[in-house]
C-alpha cells in the first residue's frame, strides 16, 4: 500500500473518531461553485486535523513547496484542459517531494509507477528518472488523469484510479453491485485505497484556506534555475571542481539524476544550474569535457636525449614509448615416455563404513536487519533512541560520515529478531509518536 508522507499517514485515521465539522464541511462545499465534485465525510475531516496540527512545520513545508511547483503543474494542466483542482493531488500523495520513492517503485511529486512512466514517455534508467522531474512528470501525470476522465467521466473515481489503478477500481465497482455512486463505492475501498481521496481533499481544503487556518507558508529555498546541456558524462565533483557549481545545488535543480553523476545518452542532456552561476559554466561549456578527458589519461614518462655532433650538443625530449607485452618463447615439445603397463590388483573385500557423527546444528541467529524510510523532522538522535542503538553504530551501519538525513531516504537496523514486530511498526509512527516514545525509554 501507499505511503504518504511522514505525520500525514491515512492510517492514523483507524486510530481517530473526527467529528465532523461544519466550518471545513461548508468551505469544500463552496468549492462546488468551482468545479470541485462535493466530498466529505468523517476520515476526510480525520485528516483536516492532522494537516492542522502542522507538527514538525510538515504542513508549511508543504505549502512552501507547493508555491515554487504550482506553476509547473498548473501549465501542464492547462495544456490537457483538466480542471484546477487536479494540481493538489501530488500535495496529498507525497507531500511534493520531488525525491519521494514508495514501496512499489512509484516516485516523484505525483508519484508514477514504471509503466506509466514508460507509457507516457518518460525515460527512466538507473542514471535517470523523469518522473523525479516536476516539469516532465506533471505533463505524464496529466495525460494520464485526462485519459482516465475520458473513461469515468467522473473526478471522484478517475482521481482513485489515479493512484490505485484503473483495473483494481473496477473490481471494487463490481463489488458494490455495479453501483456508480462514489460514496457507495467508497465503502468497499481497503483503508489503504482510501487515502488517495481523502488525502486529496484534505490537502486541496487546508492549503487552498491557508490563510484562515494561522500557518505559515515556509519559503522552498530553491535558487532561479537557467538551462544548459552537457555533450559528456560528468561526476558533479569535476563539475563543482570547475565551475564551483556545488553537487547539492545540482542534486536540488535535477532531482531526476539518481547518482552524482550527470549522464550522457549519446546526445546533449539539458539540465539546471543556479542562474547567477550561468557565466562560470559559460567559461569552461566547451572544454570542460576535454578536461575530464586529459585527467583520466595515463601519466606519459619523458626521457631527455643528449646528442653532441661536430661539438654541438643537441637535446630532445621525447616521450618514452610503451613497451610492448613481450611474446613467450615456444616451451619445447618433449615426448610423452611410454606409460609401463598397469596391474590391477585384486580389490580387498570393503571395509565396513563407519556411522557418521551428525554434524554440530550452527546456533540461530539473534539478530536481523529492519528498514526504516526517514521522515522529515527525524533526528538522529530519536532514530539511535527507539531502535536502541549508539549513534555512532547507527552511521557505521548505514556509512554515513554526517550527522544529516535525508527525507525519503532508507537507514538499516540490526535489531533482535524478537522484536522484529516492535521495530517494523515504528516505519508507520508519525513524528509525534516517534518522540514520545523516545522520551518513555
Same mark, same amino acid.
Given at each position: ?7 500525514? +499517514?491515512?492510517l492514523?485515521?483507524?486510530? +481517530? &473518531? ?21 466530498? *466529505? /465525510?468523517? %476520515? ?9 496540527? /502542522? ?17 509547473q ?5 492547462? &495544456? ?11 500535495? =496529498? ?6 525525491r @519521494? ?10 508519484? #508514477?509507477?514504471?509503466?506509466? =512512466?514508460?507509457? $507516457? ?5 538507473? *542514471? ?31 482521481? &482513485? ?13 463490481? #463489488?458494490?453491485? /455495479? ?10 475501498l481497503? !483503508?489503504g ?15 487552498h484556506?491557508?490563510?484562515? &487556518?494561522?500557518?505559515?507558508? #515556509?519559503?522552498? #529555498? ?15 565533483? @569535476? ?22 553523476v ?11 544550474? !543556479?542562474?547567477?552561476?550561468?557565466s ?5 561549456? %566547451?572544454?570542460?569535457c ?5 585527467? /583520466? ?5 619523458? %626521457?631527455?636525449?643528449?646528442?653532441v ?13 610503451e ?36 554434524? !554440530? ?9 529492519? *528498514? $526504516? ?7 538522529? $538522535?530519536?532514530?539511535?533512541?527507539? @531502535? ?25 537496523? $540490526? ?26 525509554d
Amino acid at each position: 500500500m501507499r505511503k504518504y508522507y511522514s505525520c500525514l +499517514l491515512f492510517l492514523l485515521i483507524t486510530e +481517530l &473518531t473526527a467529528a465532523l465539522n461544519p466550518v471545513w464541511e461548508a468551505r469544500i462545499r463552496s468549492l462546488e461553485q468551482q468545479g470541485l465534485p462535493f466530498f *466529505y /465525510n468523517e %476520515d476526510v475531516q480525520a485528516n483536516i486535523d492532522i494537516w492542522l496540527k /502542522n507538527e514538525g512545520s510538515a504542513t508549511g513545508i508543504i505549502a512552501g513547496r507547493y508555491a515554487a511547483f504550482a506553476p509547473q503543474m498548473e501549465l501542464a494542466q492547462k &495544456t490537457y484542459g483538466l480542471p484546477w483542482f487536479v494540481k493538489y493531488i501530488p500535495a =496529498g500523495n507525497s507531500g511534493l517531494d520531488a525525491r @519521494f520513492t514508495d514501496d512499489d517503485g512509484s516516485c516523484g511529486i505525483w508519484p #508514477l509507477n514504471f509503466s506509466m =512512466g514508460k507509457k $507516457y514517455g518518460l525515460k527512466q534508467n538507473s *542514471y535517470y528518472d523523469e518522473r523525479r522531474s516536476v516539469e516532465r512528470s506533471s505533463v505524464a501525470a496529466c495525460q494520464y488523469l485526462k485519459d482516465l476522465q475520458h473513461i469515468y467521466r467522473d473526478w471522484l473515481k478517475s482521481i &482513485t484510479a489515479f493512484s490505485i489503478g484503473a483495473v483494481r477500481l473496477n473490481q471494487v465497482i463490481r #463489488l458494490s453491485g /455495479n453501483n456508480l455512486e462514489f460514496n457507495e463505492i467508497y465503502k468497499y475501498l481497503l !483503508p489503504g485505497e482510501k487515502a488517495p481521496i481523502v488525502q486529496f481533499y484534505a490537502a486541496l481544503a487546508v492549503l487552498h484556506y491557508l490563510p484562515e &487556518t494561522g500557518i505559515r507558508s #515556509l519559503d522552498y #529555498l530553491s535558487p532561479k534555475a537557467d538551462t544548459v546541456s552537457s555533450r559528456c558524462m560528468l561526476p558533479m565533483a @569535476f563539475v563543482e571542481e570547475k565551475t564551483g557549481i556545488t553537487v547539492a545545488a545540482l542534486q536540488q535543480l535535477n532531482p531526476e539524476f539518481k547518482d552524482i553523476v550527470i549522464p550522457w545518452f549519446g546526445a546533449p542532456l539539458s539540465f539546471h544550474i !543556479p542562474a547567477q552561476q550561468k557565466s562560470a559554466w559559460q567559461k569552461v561549456e %566547451d572544454s570542460i569535457c576535454f578536461f575530464l578527458t586529459e585527467k /583520466n589519461k595515463p601519466v606519459v614518462i619523458y %626521457d631527455t636525449i643528449i646528442k653532441v655532433i661536430d661539438s654541438i650538443t643537441y637535446i630532445e625530449v621525447k616521450p618514452r614509448p610503451e613497451k610492448p607485452n613481450p611474446i613467450p618463447a615456444p616451451k619445447p615439445v618433449v615426448p610423452k615416455p611410454t606409460p609401463p603397463p598397469v596391474v590391477v590388483p585384486k580389490p580387498n573385500p570393503p571395509a565396513p563404513k563407519p556411522t557418521p557423527k551428525p554434524a !554440530p546444528k550452527a546456533p540461530a541467529p539473534t539478530k536481523m536487519w529492519v *528498514y $526504516y524510510k526517514v521522515k522529515s523532522g527525524d533526528g538522529l $538522535y530519536t532514530l539511535s533512541d527507539i @531502535f536502541d542503538c549508539s549513534i555512532a553504530e547507527l552511521k557505521q551501519w548505514n556509512g554515513m560520515k554526517s550527522n544529516s538525513l535525508m527525507a525519503g531516504s532508507t537507514l538499516k537496523f $540490526y535489531v533482535p529478531i524478537a522484536k522484529k514486530t516492535y521495530y517494523n511498526q515504528i516505519n508507520a509512527m508519525s513524528l509525534a509518536q516517534k518522540r514520545n516514545l523516545a522520551l518513555k525509554d
